[in-house]
């Protein structure tokens, strides 16, 4: 069974930066997109970036030009680099990952970001 191990999570002040790391510790047969996901209270959850096997990526708006997604296909693992961090962007981040192969998406336990200002 996957799971999915995360780390990076962290208090940090605005304009700070922190980079959040997702690894996953079974096999996957043939990995899919990768993404990051985060949701605050009252909030819906998001999506906010994706990445792709080829390394298409996609963000939320809100993020663009901030954060960076990227992955290491060789580990299944995915990271998040985020930049000039906001208040706004507190909140719990999920990873997340797709087996193409046995078609099920995995999720991570969820990491707290806080961002105070």
């Known amino acids: 069974q996957v799971q999915l191990v995360e780390s990076g999570g962290d208090l940090v002040q605005a304009g700070g930066s922190l980079r959040l790391s997702c690894a996953a510790s079974?096999?996957?047969?043939?990995?899919?997109?990768m993404g990051w996901y985060r949701q605050a209270p009252g909030k819906q959850r998001e999506m906010v970036a994706t990445i792709t096997s080829g390394g298409s990526t996609n963000y939320v708006d809100s993020v663009k030009g901030r954060f960076t997604i990227s992955r290491d296909n060789a580990k299944n693992t995915v990271y998040l680099r985020m930049n000039s961090l906001k208040p706004e962007d507190t909140a719990v981040y999920y990873c997340?990952?797709?087996?193409?192969?046995?078609?099920?998406?995995?999720w991570g336990q969820g990491t707290q970001v806080t961002v105070s200002s």
């Open positions: 079974g096999s996957i047969f043939s990995a899919g997109p």
């Open positions: 997340n990952a797709y087996d193409r192969y046995t078609l099920r998406a995995y």
